[in-house]
C-alpha cells in the first residue's frame, strides 16, 4: 500500500498486502502449524518410508539410533523441538530435512518412539518396570542391575535384571541400544542413565544421575602458603 505524505510517497505494509500462499508464524514453539507441518499430505507409505531411510542414516554415521538421538538432544529432555531437529539433521548432513520433521514431527514435538517406534516402545517399557520395581533408575542400578559396583555391566548382568524385573521384552536389543559409546567391557552408569527421560517429571532429567560426579582432582586445589617462621627462645636465657 502507499500512502501520500505532502510531496513524499510512503510505503505503508498493511495485511491487506500479505500472500494468502504465506503460512503464519506459530504463536508458540511447539504449534503444529503450517509452516512447520508444510503443505504436503504424505500417506502411511511415505511416511514410514522416510522414517526408515531416516533410522538407517542415523545408524550409519553414529552407529545406533540412540546415538544419534544423544547428538540431537542436547538438553537430554527426550523430547526434539523442530529446531533442535533441524541443527541436527544438519551436523549429519541430511537430504530434505523438512520432509522428514513433516513425516515425524506432526505433534510438534520428535519423541524416540517417532524415529523408532518398536525400540521406543522397548525401552520405555523397561523404563516402567524399572519404575515399578525400583523407583528410580539410580535404585534400579544400584541394587539390580550393578550389584557388584563394577565400572561397567556386561550383557549377561543386564539380561539377568530384566529377568529380574520380569521384563517381557528384548534385554539384548536394549542392551545394544543403550551402549551408546560402545565400549567393549560393556554399559556405563551415564548409558544406563538414558532411560531416566522416560520416568522424568516434565522432560527434566535427573542431571546428578545422568552427569558423572565430580572427581576430587577436578577442584582447584588452594595455592601453598609457607607455615610462619617462629623464632627460637635462646635456652641460656
Known amino acids: 500500500m502507499v500512502r501520500k505524505n505532502g510531496s513524499q510517497l510512503l510505503e505503508v505494509w498493511s495485511p491487506v498486502d500479505m500472500d494468502d500462499d504465506e503460512p503464519e508464524r506459530p504463536s508458540t514453539s511447539w504449534e503444529p502449524t ?4 508444510g503443505r504436503e499430505e504424505l500417506s502411511l507409505e511415505e511416511i514410514e518410508g522416510v522414517r526408515e531411510r531416516f533410522r538407517e542414516q542415523c545408524i550409519r554415521q553414529h552407529g545406533s539410533v540412540v546415538r544419534a538421538w544423544k547428538v540431537m538432544d542436547l538438553n537430554a529432555d527426550g523430547r526434539l523441538s523442530y529446531f533442535e531437529f533441524m541443527r541436527g539433521c544438519k551436523q549429519m548432513s541430511v537430504a530434505n530435512p523438512r520432509r522428514v520433521w513433516r513425516a515425524l514431527g506432526r505433534t510438534g514435538l520428535l519423541t524416540l518412539r517417532c524415529v523408532d517406534p518398536r525400540l ?7 523404563a516402567t518396570a524399572i519404575w515399578f520395581n525400583c523407583g528410580s533408575v539410580e535404585n534400579a542400578w544400584r541394587s539390580c542391575f550393578n550389584k557388584r559396583s563394577k565400572l561397567r555391566i556386561s550383557s549377561e548382568d ?6 529380574e524385573l520380569r521384563y517381557q521384552g528384548d534385554p539384548v536389543a536394549c542392551f545394544g541400544e543403550l551402549c551408546s559409546e560402545k565400549a567393549s567391557n560393556g ?5 544406563f542413565g538414558f532411560l531416566h527421560s522416560w520416568m522424568s517429571p516434565k522432560g527434566h532429567p535427573d542431571r ?3 552427569d558423572a560426579p565430580i572427581s576430587k582432582w577436578a577442584v582447584p586445589a588452594e595455592p601453598w602458603t609457607p607455615p610462619p617462621i617462629v623464632q627460637k627462645r635462646d635456652a641460656r636465657l
Open 158 to 163: 543386564f539380561s539377568e535384571a530384566c529377568q
Open 187 to 191: 554399559m556405563s552408569r551415564k548409558e
Open 34 to 37: 503450517k509452516a512447520y507441518l
Open 208 to 210: 546428578g544421575f545422568l
Open 120 to 126: 521406543g516402545e522397548q525401552l520405555g517399557t523397561l
